[in-house]
């Protein structure tokens, strides 16, 4: 296969032809305009939206130089808009209020709903009127512990309609991570769901919330307010509860003799959603707060360390999420657009509620996982809703691929444009995939890096106008002045690899770490003043594209060579058998550090030496002789986090024998640690 440097994807002519931004030429002028008058750039794009007050003065202030003072970014302040306002109000007045804003499709493909704009904004005034009838007034902050539901939707945009703060907490993460994430945030109200059924796995989500509220309690936050949306009413239950409720007496304890779903209830805080929007008013004025005021706090995925309370502002926010749904997908009136990350992560805040919205979409709203109930899951809604634009990750894409391609081929899935991705590096091997067998080879890839920090994505290509390169997330989107440093903070001009920082803000990064503002200055403006340090490395290209290569944290020192992760995994992906692969560094007495890889393979694959030996060989070749992995370890699953990254900071003390392996609390399935340290390889 040619170096993945130089292969390279026009874009769809289809797409080019009514393209926002349809040729390089065009992006290139957009961006230095964008980099040159930041101003002017993001002022002309807020006139799309609508302000109660206009931008009295600059629409830009900031300081990125730890050296001079404290870092602060402000764009647009003084001006006084409203993110519900302009997701809601500005549509319907409009006169399309009757479009569908979400297709609801649920676990159980049997259940489904779809809700118009009017009908969003009638939801969220009844629910913003009677969280204010229950004193949540601006600034106070709601935690919302939800499932993929039209009513997670409905709290979000209610909280921000009130000029409220939401803090979104993963409805799948434990009674202690949530408990934890409220008491960081000083959340007295909560809003979650009875429960939900994500394949065949009932999470308790009420049951775990009076958990969390319990702890809260005894850590001396009164949480005064419990709103419970009754979800497992009106849902499907899966075949096996019926099996599992004869054969486990155990089970029943959640289930009433007719299968009715049954929760405990604490009459001083719970009441039911149903219940309390039924009385309050659709009728529910904005409050209009300040461009500055804060939006949501969002807790990062916890991958490098102890997660990290990221607080957003609103009126930056609104336009960079909304800049880049309308350019990064190229959305136009018409389009189906689904994307598949939970709202509990920011892809979910920024690309299934906010940038949608803003731009007046219509969506799929998913609550079900890839697998359920069969491996076609993903390509039967694209199918059904003739969806355009599909958005997922490569975690999602590598376990699709495992199955080959005959459940993606049952399916029409012509209507499909542009196919992005999000989360990791995406390997050639995935990009090619999702390229050839999703897209049939007619639609565009856009591999988007970003960060809950950014708010949005920062590096991506345009569908209609970036030829795209496998494995490369190709150039800055606008606002975004890349720059590559060594360690030293020399800049690296050209081709080669360094730190991946931003020399100036754009509108929707981050304001601060929310209580912790000294944290947010060491951890992205400290190593290098006067920089946004992403945390992760980055390779440019002869053509000057852009590769993400992974996080620096997790670079990998062999005999004096610097490696990234990404690309010994993207090697070890070549391997046929292999379908994950996560790599590691641990010492070595003689080359300092050697690799540690941990490889998942497809099914009915089989771990034997002639395996090992094609892997090994693999990264030689593609490498160098100096890469060649020092221990092979055979994974039946990798340590993830919920959102679906890999913990690699797990693995490294895995390799090493160490039990310490710091705050684990984000990852997906503790269980998996255990089995890996068990298996280490020996002398290990
Ligand atoms: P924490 O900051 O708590 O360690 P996290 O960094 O995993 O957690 P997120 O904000 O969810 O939390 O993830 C952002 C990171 O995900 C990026 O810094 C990058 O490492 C990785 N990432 C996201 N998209 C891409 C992409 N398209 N290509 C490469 N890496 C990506
Ligand atoms: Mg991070």
Redesign the pocket.
């Known amino acids: 296969m040619a170096s993945c440097d130089d292969q390279v994807f026009n874009p769809p002519e289809n797409v080019s032809k009514k393209a926002h931004c349809s040729s390089m030429e065009q992006y290139k002028e957009m961006h230095a305009r964008s980099i040159k008058y930041p101003e002017a750039f993001w002022g002309d794009i807020a006139k799309e939206f609508y302000f109660d007050q206009p931008v009295p003065g600059k629409f830009l202030d900031y300081n990125f130089d730890v050296s001079k003072g404290p870092v602060y970014v402000k764009w647009l302040e003084g001006g006084r808009t409203n993110i519900c306002y302009n997701c809601l109000d500005k549509h319907v007045l409009a006169g399309k209020g009757d479009q569908i804003a979400f297709y609801w499709e649920g676990n159980d493909p049997a259940d489904t709903d779809s809700v118009t704009f009017s009908e969003l904004l009638s939801d969220v005034c009844r629910v913003g009127n009677y969280l204010q009838s229950h004193g949540v007034n601006k600034g106070d902050t709601v935690a919302i512990y939800m499932p993929m539901i039209k009513e997670l939707v409905v709290a979000m945009l209610a909280v921000a309609r009130i000029g409220a703060v939401h803090n979104i907490v993963f409805g799948g993460y434990s009674s202690d991570s949530l408990a934890e994430r409220m008491l960081d945030s000083s959340a007295s109200v909560l809003i979650c769901a009875d429960g939900v059924w994500r394949a065949n796995k009932l999470v308790h989500l009420k049951e775990i919330a009076d958990e969390a509220l319990s702890l809260c309690r005894q850590r001396g936050l009164d949480v005064r307010l419990s709103l419970v949306v009754q979800h497992m009413a009106r849902v499907t239950h899966p075949p096996s509860l019926h099996d599992a409720i004869n054969g486990h007496p155990a089970k029943k304890t959640h289930f009433d003799d007719k299968l009715n779903y049954k929760v405990s209830w604490n009459s001083s805080v719970d009441v039911w959603w149903e219940e309390a929007v039924s009385s309050a008013s659709d009728q529910c004025p904005v409050v209009w707060v300040d461009a500055e005021d804060p939006l949501f706090i969002l807790y ?9 309370g990221v607080l957003h502002t609103v009126g930056g926010y609104m336009l960079y999420s909304a800049t880049t749904f309308k350019y990064s997908f190229d959305y136009h009136p018409g389009d189906v657009y689904f994307c598949t990350a939970d709202i509990g ?2 892809t979910g805040h920024s690309y299934v509620t906010y940038g949608p919205l803003l731009n007046g979409a219509t969506s799929v709203l998913f609550e079900g996982v890839p697998t359920y109930p069969h491996t076609g899951r993903f390509w039967e809604i694209i199918q059904k809703y003739k969806v355009s634009k599909f958005y997922t990750a490569p975690t999602a894409i590598r376990t699709l691929m495992k199955f080959g391609d005959d459940p993606v081929k049952k399916y029409d899935l012509s209507s499909l444009t542009v196919l992005g ?6 390997n050639p091997e995935a990009w090619l995939w999702y390229h050839r067998v999703v897209g049939g080879g007619n639609a565009a890839v856009v ?7 950014t708010g949005g994505h920062v590096i991506t290509p345009l569908p209609g106008a970036t030829p795209t390169k496998p494995g490369s ?1 190709c150039f800055p989107f606008f606002g975004i002045s890349v720059c590559l440093l060594d360690e030293s903070g020399e800049e690296v001009l050209g081709e080669g690899e360094g730190y991946l920082v931003f020399r100036q803000p754009w509108p929707g990064m981050m304001r601060t770490i929310y209580k912790n503002h000294q944290r947010f200055q060491t951890t992205y403006f400290q190593k290098f003043p006067g920089y946004y340090c ?3 490395g980055a390779r440019r290209d002869k053509d000057g594209y852009i590769w ?1 290569t ?2 620096i944290d997790d670079m990998l020192n062999v005999s004096g060579h610097l490696l990234s992760t ?1 690309q010994v995994e993207s090697a070890l992906l070549e391997v046929e058998q292999v379908a994950e692969a996560a790599v590691v560094a641990r010492p070595h007495p003689v080359k300092g550090e050697c690799l540690h890889c941990f490889v998942t393979l497809k099914e009915g694959g089989k771990f034997t030496d002639a395996l090992v030996t094609d892997m090994k060989n693999k990264v030689r070749g593609k490498i160098g002789p100096f890469a060649q992995p020092d221990y092979l370890q055979l994974a039946p699953g990798l340590p993830k ?1 919920r ?1 679906g ?1 890999i913990m690699r900071r797990v693995l490294r003390k895995i390799a090493v024998g160490d039990r310490d392996f710091g705050d684990i609390s984000t990852l997906a399935d503790p269980s998996v640690v255990e089995i890996l340290f068990q298996h280490r390889p020996a002398n290990a």
């Open positions: 990062t995925s916890g991958s490098t360390g102890k997660p990290k992560w920011i991705t999000v989360g990791e590096p995406i591999d988007t890096f970003w960060q809950t920090e997330a992403t945390g992760d993400v992974g996080r990404a986090t959102s990254k």
